[in-house]
């Protein structure tokens, strides 16, 4: 298996644009997360899906931000309108029901000007 | 709440052991992690010990669980300047979802 695979790597974008960050899980794996990372806050979990249906998503920071999991391999997270604030290294990840499984992707890291 | 606390940083020299420390308030963890980040990459699994367990080695690395005083420690012995990272301790309880520290960033030196 490829692993979790995120794309794109690099995403720099023009605050107010719309940007779309795009993750494959590893197949087979019924829980997928979405994190981000800052200097400020380290990790933090955004949002989680389990079988494709979003289970807690309390750390989504506000309503710019929207995440979605159409089938069981293919989720995104999209903010519109982006700040530069939203700048930070995303990460999405996922796992089988115990935690011992859980594989990180490469993270996208977001620029936002 | 869940809350997973670290010290930022520690600075070992080549060859020393270096010991990351933990705290976690959850008394309910049943696993508890620990990761490693390098520089521009994704986290890594370095390894995982369950809360009934109070130590697990695995090659240069040694796990310890303090249960009573919700501690874990990770220890790496002969430190490498290839261990230079950030580690982050992180548990799971009773729901799915990873719970991470603060990261410490380890820095090896010659």
Request: aromatic share 10%; with cysteine; proline share 4%.
């Given at each position: 298996d490829a692993g979790v695979i995120q794309s794109p790597r690099h995403e720099v974008t023009e605050m107010g644009q719309e940007v779309t960050l795009r993750c494959k899980p590893i197949s087979g794996h019924d829980y997928l997360f979405w994190y981000r990372q800052t200097m400020?806050?380290?990790?933090?979990?955004?949002?989680?899906?389990?079988?494709?249906?979003?289970?807690?998503?309390?750390?989504?920071?506000?309503?710019?931000?929207?995440?979605?999991?159409?089938?069981?391999?293919?989720?995104?997270?999209?903010?519109?309108?982006?700040?530069?604030?939203?700048?930070?290294?995303?990460f999405c990840a996922s796992s089988l029901r115990t935690g011992i499984s859980y594989t990180f992707g490469s993270g996208t890291r977001l620029t936002v000007v | 709440g869940e809350d997973v606390e670290?010290?930022?940083?520690?600075?070992?020299?080549?060859?020393d052991s270096s010991v990351i420390n933990c705290t976690y308030t959850d008394s309910s963890s049943?696993?508890?992690?620990?990761?490693?980040?390098?520089?521009?990459?994704?986290?890594?699994?370095?390894?995982?010990?369950?809360?009934?367990?109070?130590?697990?080695?695995?090659?240069?690395?040694?796990v310890l669980?303090?249960?009573?005083?919700?501690?874990?420690?990770?220890?790496?012995?002969?430190?490498?300047?290839?261990?230079?990272?950030?580690?982050?301790?992180?548990?799971?309880?009773?729901?799915?979802k990873l719970i991470f520290g603060t990261g410490t960033r380890l820095q090896v030196f010659p």
């Amino acid at each position: 298996d490829a692993g979790v695979i995120q794309s794109p790597r690099h995403e720099v974008t023009e605050m107010g644009q719309e940007v779309t960050l795009r993750c494959k899980p590893i197949s087979g794996h019924d829980y997928l997360f979405w994190y981000r990372q800052t200097m400020m806050r380290g990790l933090e979990l955004l949002i989680y899906f389990n079988n494709n249906v979003p289970i807690d998503d309390s750390g989504m920071p506000e309503d710019r931000f929207s995440a979605k999991m159409p089938n069981a391999s293919f989720s995104t997270l999209k903010i519109q309108p982006s700040e530069p604030r939203d700048s930070a290294v995303y990460f999405c990840a996922s796992s089988l029901r115990t935690g011992i499984s859980y594989t990180f992707g490469s993270g996208t890291r977001l620029t936002v000007v | 709440g869940e809350d997973v606390e670290q010290s930022l940083f520690l600075s070992v020299r080549e060859g020393d052991s270096s010991v990351i420390n933990c705290t976690y308030t959850d008394s309910s963890s049943t696993y508890l992690y620990w990761y490693k980040q390098e520089p521009g990459a994704g986290l890594q699994l370095l390894t995982y010990i369950f809360s009934n367990m109070d130590m697990k080695q695995d090659q240069r690395l040694t796990v310890l669980l303090n249960k009573k005083d919700k501690h874990l420690s990770l220890r790496i012995a002969d430190t490498q300047t290839g261990d230079s990272a950030i580690y982050f301790c992180a548990e799971t309880a009773d729901t799915d979802k990873l719970i991470f520290g603060t990261g410490t960033r380890l820095q090896v030196f010659p």
